[in-house]
C-alpha cells in the first residue's frame, strides 16, 4: 500500500472511531425500528444529480443506523427530525 493509501485508512479509521459503530440497513429495517423506538430522533439528508436519493440517520439501543432510498421514507409523528446538509459514512 502507498502512502496516500495509508493516510486514507487512517482516516476512515480515525473516523469511525469518532462517529462509533454505522449499521445500513435496508429502508424496510429502518422503518421497523421507527415503529419500535420511542419519540425516535431522525437525521434526513437528500440530493442526487442523475437521480434523487434520501439518507437517513437513526440512533436505536446505542448504535446507530443510516438507510439510503430512492425514495422518501414516512415518519412516525412521534419522530424528530433533523434536516442535515449532508450525511457522510466513513468507508
Known sequence: MNTAA???AAA???AVKASGAIVKISP???KTLL??????LVVTSHGG???KKFEYLMGYKGLVFFTSSKEQ???PSSAEI???EKIWIPG
Open 49 to 51: 444529480v442523475f437521480s
Open 12 to 14: 476512515v479509521a480515525q
Open 6 to 8: 495509508h493516510a486514507a
Open 73 to 75: 421514507l414516512g415518519f
Open 28 to 30: 424496510e429495517g429502518f
Open 35 to 40: 415503529q419500535r423506538s420511542k419519540d425516535p
Open 82 to 84: 433533523v434536516e442535515a
